[in-house]
């Protein structure tokens, strides 16, 4: 079992790096960035908006994974996979009801990752 936990473990890091790089990007290259969400950059406001919530984001959710798998507390899974939850159901929302394109290119891996760390936070064992 420890093979598999170890194995579960990088699962959930690689994707929790990502996101931690993620929002670091868009706190110091968001021009390099927002493309991959399909997004172009806002001025004034706007722009701190995009940089603000989004870094905020991706920082939230790599933060609370790698606590997770550091710390050995499941709890913090759960805010990650609401995170990653929230933003897949807003995307259809925004193309059932706002005539948004289906991004399934990004809502894919949400539900994949969010996926991901329901088992990590089912099978991982619980620090004491």
């Given at each position: 079992?420890?093979?598999?936990?170890?194995?579960?473990?990088?699962?959930?890091?690689?994707?929790?790096?990502?996101?931690?790089v993620?929002?670091?990007?868009?706190?110091?290259?968001?021009?390099?960035?927002?493309?991959m969400?399909?997004?172009?950059?806002?001025?004034?406001?706007?722009?701190?908006?995009?940089?603000?919530?989004?870094?905020?984001?991706?920082?939230?959710?790599?933060?609370?994974?790698?606590?997770?798998?550091?710390?050995?507390?499941?709890?913090?899974?759960?805010?990650?996979?609401?995170?990653?939850?929230?933003?897949?159901?807003?995307?259809?929302?925004?193309?059932?009801?706002?005539?948004?394109?289906l991004?399934?290119?990004?809502?894919?891996?949400?539900?994949?990752?969010?996926?991901?760390?329901?088992v990590?936070?089912r099978?991982?064992?619980?620090a004491?």
């Open positions: 079992m420890p093979m598999t936990q170890n194995a579960l473990r990088v699962l959930v890091l690689v994707p929790a790096l990502l996101f931690i993620t929002g670091v990007r868009w706190l110091i290259a968001p021009a390099g960035v927002a493309p969400l399909g997004l172009t950059l806002e001025e004034g406001i706007g722009l701190s908006s995009q940089v603000g919530d989004l870094a905020g984001f991706f920082l939230t959710l790599g933060a609370c994974m790698l606590i997770a798998l550091i710390s050995g507390h499941r709890l913090w899974y759960y805010p990650a996979i609401m995170l990653l939850a929230f933003a897949a159901v807003g995307r259809v929302l925004a193309w059932l009801l706002h005539d948004a394109a991004a399934l290119q990004l809502i894919a891996p949400e539900v994949i990752i969010a996926l991901l760390l329901l990590a936070a099978y991982l064992p619980e004491d």
